[in-house]
């Protein structure tokens, strides 16, 4: 049976199911596609399907975007990797336990190294008090949400361990400072539009060609409430909010506020993989997408680079996938690989969270990819 063959039953079991309710799947090979299929529902109640066109929420599909923008701004000498926040940023100065101020970095926070931490308990302090960390509707700006994360101790010295968080959402608001306008601006000027992707943005492009977001239950997928917490056994508790996108008080947040269509970002990470065309040079992309924390372990059998995960041992990450591989998701219910090995590109796109994610299916795709 062919690769065709597998991603075709994959998607189809899965949609009849009911896990996944809409779903793209891209691959590419040396740059040029060798797969691609729009499935399901992207409003399964209104018999809306899913077309190549259809927009979906990005959530972390996001920062792979930002990493790219913040390298292009500092190839051109606007800022640098090694730059302390707070030089950018005066108003973002959290401390360590023992009341210092941490010195954290661009590097730390392109590679969630700086202490922070994607952490549901800050989301339920008090109202004046509560960090949005991205997912979650705001009307909060940068300054205003994230300088009370001074009042909360980080969780370790910056650089000294590897803990997934808004650190992204840090970034974005460094590049918009330096950018001396919005976050979107930043990301067009540096990424989509050289590329031209017309509807990568913080901001829906085509109400008409969104994605409705859908819950992961049984007996199948349910249309995702707004506001809407996962139960505690699923692994992740952030608060989502399908309606931010659409609200623009909120602040554009650099770990999760993207929307777009599966093409165009396929294009964006396929420019990476071929070595960063018109947006970055073959020696940034080659140290944006190899190991940048060193000996530190993110998580099991995986490193870290400014992008995503790295795949360093096969055995202990339990993946088919080779060594060097940089893979990661976004938790609306996305999943994107780059194989430097087989010179092989994956992006898997559904409206599923959390299964398009972290459940069962990113994995069923990737094993019908390598067979």
């Not at 590419?28 to 399964?44: K, L, Q």
């Not at 239950?217 to 608060?239: C, F, I, N, Q």
Request: charged share 20%; hydrophobic share 40%; aromatic share 8%.
């Amino acid at each position: 049976m062919g690769m065709d063959q597998r991603l075709d039953q994959t998607i189809d079991r899965a949609i009849g199911e009911g896990r996944i309710t809409g779903a793209v799947v891209l691959v590419h090979r040396d740059g040029e596609p060798v797969y691609a299929r729009a499935a399901g529902f992207a409003d399964r109640e209104a018999g809306r399907p899913v077309a190549m066109d259809t927009i979906f929420r990005l959530a972390s599909v996001t920062k792979p975007f930002v990493a790219a923008t913040a390298l292009a701004m500092a190839e051109r000498g606007l800022l640098s990797v090694q730059d302390l926040v707070r030089d950018h940023l005066p108003w973002f100065q959290p401390k360590l336990a023992d009341g210092r101020v941490g010195d954290i970095t661009l590097h730390h926070l392109l590679t969630h190294t700086a202490g922070l931490a994607y952490d549901p308990a800050l989301e339920r302090l008090p109202a004046d008090l509560a960090v949005n960390c991205g997912l979650a509707d705001t009307d909060l700006d940068y300054e205003a949400n994230f300088s009370r994360v001074n009042a909360i101790p980080l969780h370790f010295e910056p650089g000294s361990q590897w803990l997934y968080s808004y650190a992204t959402d840090i970034l974005g608001a460094v590049i918009a400072r330096v950018q001396g306008g919005t976050l979107e601006e930043a990301v067009r000027t540096y990424v989509c539009d050289p590329l031209g992707l017309d509807d990568c943005r913080f901001h829906v492009t085509d109400a008409n060609r969104l994605a409705v977001a859908y819950a992961d239950s049984h007996p199948e997928a349910v249309r995702m409430p707004d506001p809407y917490s996962p139960p505690e056994t699923e692994g992740w508790t952030l608060t989502f909010s399908p309606g931010r996108i659409f609200n623009p008080r909120a602040f554009q947040s650099g770990g999760a506020g993207m929307a777009g269509t599966a093409p165009d970002v396929m294009t964006f990470l396929d420019t990476l993989a071929q070595g960063g065309g018109d947006i970055l040079s073959p020696e940034t992309v080659r140290s944006a997408l190899s190991n940048q924390i060193g000996e530190i372990e993110a998580e099991p059998g995986r490193k870290f680079t400014y992008v995503g995960a790295l795949v360093t041992d096969r055995r202990l990450a339990m993946t088919l996938q080779p060594e060097g591989t940089v893979r990661w998701g976004g938790v609306y219910g996305l999943n994107w690989f780059i194989d430097p090995v087989n010179r092989i590109t994956g992006l898997s796109v559904t409206n599923n969270a959390l299964e398009g994610c972290t459940g069962r299916y990113p994995e069923e795709i990737v094993q019908a990819i390598y067979g």
